[in-house]
């Protein structure tokens, strides 16, 4: 079945460090993919999507770009910031079905000042 | 943007009684309702999916008598932990859609059953 892996946490960086967190997926056809972030007791948000090969989501100085050669949509960002610390999940919706959400074990990111 | 709203964010039950959380799709009529459960530290596994009008369809060894869910409305689904234990303690979070797509989640229910 249709799998997603994430690069196993904690992450802690300093403030203005550049950040990658990995992410790859195993998925019959041609799904669409996500990053969701999730602050302390609350539910996920929306981050960004790509839904198709060399789409590339951004959103709030974050980026990822959907690569079909490498199964990968790892998120990037430049220059992050306390406020970034969150627990961040990769998730991928079939193309077929009830497009249910399959999501990876989630990466917990800490920015220190 | 689309909201979904959830209540309550917080119960406290004691083992034995049954809960019931809401989700509400507020400003778009949710077709379709995912229920996820969320253990400490680790991923959102998928619970059931419903349709509104239609039973919920539940994943592989979510107990389907003991995880209520009904989907009466186009705005309005409910999740009704029966005879909770305190295995049952997690944090449930729905997600609401309007046709295709991922959906919009709530803000998530912490569960904690004493």
């Known amino acids: 079945g249709d799998s997603v892996t994430q690069m196993e946490g904690p992450v802690t960086l300093s403030e203005e460090a550049f950040l990658t967190i990995n992410c790859t997926y195993t998925?019959?056809?041609?799904?669409?993919l996500f990053w969701y972030v999730q602050y302390p007791g609350e539910g996920l948000q929306l981050l960004l999507k790509?839904?198709?090969?060399?789409d590339k989501g951004s959103n709030k100085g974050f980026e990822a770009t959907y690569r079909k050669e490498t199964t990968s949509f790892h998120l990037e960002k430049g220059s992050v910031q306390v406020s970034d610390s969150a627990v961040y999940f990769c998730?991928?919706?079939?193309?077929?079905?009830?497009?249910?959400?399959?999501f990876g074990q989630g990466t917990r990111l800490t920015i220190n000042p | 943007g689309a909201v979904v709203s959830q209540h309550p964010s917080r119960v406290i039950c004691k083992s034995g009684t049954s809960v019931k959380i809401e989700c509400r799709s507020l400003?778009?009529?949710?077709?379709?309702m995912f229920w996820y459960r969320q253990f400490p530290k680790q991923s959102l596994m998928l619970m059931a999916t419903?349709?509104?009008?239609?039973?919920?369809?539940?994943e592989q060894g979510v107990e389907k008598d003991k995880f209520l869910i009904n989907h009466a409305s186009l705005t309005l689904s409910t999740l009704t932990v029966t005879s909770a234990h305190p295995e049952d303690s997690s944090f449930y979070i729905c997600?609401?859609?309007?046709?295709?797509?991922?959906?919009?989640f709530g803000n998530g229910t912490r569960l904690t059953v004493t």
């Open positions: 997600s609401a859609r309007s046709g295709t797509g991922p959906g919009h």
């Open positions: 998925a019959t056809g041609y799904p669409s």
């Open positions: 790509a839904t198709k090969a060399d």
């Open positions: 998730a991928l919706s079939g193309a077929q079905g009830a497009q249910k959400l399959v």
């Open positions: 400003d778009f009529q949710a077709t379709t």
């Open positions: 419903s349709n509104e009008g239609s039973k919920a369809t539940y």
